[in-house]
């Protein structure tokens, strides 16, 4: 019997590969994906992928063609094949409830949002930055599927550590800074964020990655109470469970 071969899509990626190195298949800017079987069916409905907080990242693997590093994906770039995944999962109609009322989206509608081409080295993943108060300078990166898994093991051992703590800002901007006036040794950077890092200029750095990071634009117009207006969209428990 042939090997029966699935209906697949290039979908083009919002950094448009200039994040990723030269070497890299991501550097195309494109990535294949086939659509949704019983098998990925299977893997959302994994109570162990769900309990460790993984099973949007096994989806997203599975449905992936094209042979490539999944850790390497910037969190942007990973939310378009999140976006894609739903779509030639159950369609490009997303319904859900806002403000009491029935909203349905047509994802295939979202754009990519607008990014400065020219404040990247092409194939490299950093960033120069001066802080506008104290003019330290700083670099930076756009964090990738690796870094969040990082971040959530990081958080997790706080956690049991003082079931109090909530340090997720300052965890994540010790991944994000690269360098401090030119010091790359991450005790350098971690001891900078907890001790010299002013919360305004924090909000700042914040603001300006915002601007920079290549995304896929999840704003979404609802009609509410007669009102047009723009929210985040919601992904919840019905994005890829629709029938939940």
Avoid: C
């Avoid at 893997?43 to 590093?69: E, P, R």
């Avoid at 990519?112 to 003019?135: A, G, M, Q, R």
């Amino acid at each position: 019997m042939s090997e029966f071969k699935f209906p697949t899509e290039v979908i083009d990626l919002p950094s448009k590969g200039l994040l990723y190195p030269k070497d890299s298949p991501l550097a195309s800017g494109k990535l294949q994906m086939k659509y949704m079987t019983a098998k990925e069916e299977d893997i959302l409905t994994n109570q162990n992928y769900i309990q460790k907080g993984i099973v949007i990242d096994k989806l997203l693997q599975s449905l992936i063609v094209d042979n490539i590093d999944y850790n390497q994906l910037v969190t942007g770039d990973q939310n378009a094949v999140m976006i894609a995944a739903r779509i030639l999962g159950y369609g490009k109609d997303y319904e859900f409830t806002y403000g009491g009322e029935k909203q349905v989206v047509d994802l295939t509608m979202l754009e990519d949002k607008p990014f400065d081409e020219s404040l990247i080295t092409p194939h490299v993943n950093e960033f120069k930055y001066t802080l506008p108060f104290s003019k330290t300078e700083i670099t930076f990166k756009i964090l990738t599927v690796g870094d969040e898994d990082k971040i959530r093991q990081e958080l997790a051992g706080l956690k049991k550590i003082n079931k109090d703590a909530s340090p997720e800002l300052s965890t994540r901007l010790k991944y994000i800074i690269t360098s401090v006036g030119g010091v790359r040794e991450p005790g350098a950077i971690r001891s900078f964020v907890d001790n010299q890092l002013l919360a305004r200029e924090s909000k700042a750095l914040r603001e300006y990655i915002r601007q920079v990071q290549p995304d896929i634009d999840l704003t979404v117009k609802v009609n509410y109470s007669g009102v047009e207006e723009d929210i985040a969209l919601p992904i919840n428990i019905s994005f890829f469970w629709p029938d939940a």
